[in-house]
T-cell receptor, first 114, second 111 residues
Framework: GAGVSQSPSNKVTEKGKDVELRCDPI?????LYWYRQSLGQGLEFLIY????????KSGLPSDRFSAERTGGSVSTLTIQRTQQEDSAVYLC????????????FGPGTRLTVT | RKEVEQDPGPFNVPEGATVAFNCTYS??????FFWYRQDCRKEPKLLMS???SGNEDGRFTAQLNRASQYISLLIRDSKLSDSATYLC????????????FGKGTKLSVIP
């Protein structure tokens, strides 16, 4: 079946611009996660959505970052006024539920801020 | 001490060799443990869960030592296709949904 999809696959933007990254989770998966992976670094948790519950935003690095999940499915991560340190691969993952279930990752969006 | 620590490698081993990776974690209340595999410029994929009693899946064996707070992954009879970065993943506590990832150990299997 279809896996997690993300778009765009690559995004180059100028410093100060806003960007939107999209994630389509696996159908039926109630849990959705956003991570960031900078060069040579581990995955950094950003935000978690579970069903209709309030999201856990504790990993968002600043108030320039926000995310929403519409209808319990598609999610959008928005970065406002991008900075060069925002350059990274942004990975989305979904799982059948929160907790210890396997997370299935999308291919990521490679963001480059010039 | 970092939450999850791994030797970054790289581990360069010949085909057919046995190689082992260790990972240490700082939170003694951690409940669940996994190894994920990440190929170059690809997304991570679950390799195997790590159970308290240890578990084996073909050429791969995972062990957990709660007293010393470390997890290991043993790969026997290495194949070229095993070349990847292996990520140690820890779930901090019961009911937690957040995975904490190590930075990964890079393995290169050489012909």
């Amino acid at each position: 079946g279809a896996g997690v999809s993300q778009s765009p696959s690559n995004k180059v933007t100028e410093k100060g611009k806003d960007v939107e990254l999209r994630c389509d989770p696996i159908s039926g998966h109630t849990a959705l996660y956003w991570y960031r992976q900078s060069l040579g670094q581990g995955l950094e948790f950003l935000i978690y959505f579970q069903g209709n519950s309030a999201p856990d935003k504790s990993g968002l690095p600043s108030d320039r970052f926000s995310a929403e999940r519409t209808g319990g499915s598609v999610s959008t991560l928005t970065i406002q006024r991008t900075q060069q340190e925002d350059s990274a691969v942004y990975l989305c993952a979904s799982s059948i539920s929160g907790g210890i279930y396997e997370q299935y990752f999308g291919p990521g969006t490679r963001l480059t801020v010039t | 001490r970092k939450e999850v620590e791994q030797d970054p490698g790289p581990f360069n081993v010949p085909e057919g060799a046995t190689v082992a990776f260790n990972c240490t974690y700082s939170n003694s209340a951690s409940q669940s443990f996994f190894w994920y595999r990440q190929d170059c410029r690809k997304e991570p994929k679950l390799l195997m869960s790590v159970y308290s009693s240890g578990n084996e899946d073909g050429r791969f064996t995972a062990q957990l030592n709660r007293a010393s707070q470390y997890i290991s992954l043993l790969i026997r009879d290495s194949k070229l296709s095993d070349s990847a970065t292996y990520l140690c993943v820890v779930v901090p506590g019961a009911g937690s949904y957040q995975l904490t990832f190590g930075k990964g150990t890079k393995l290169s299997v050489i012909p």
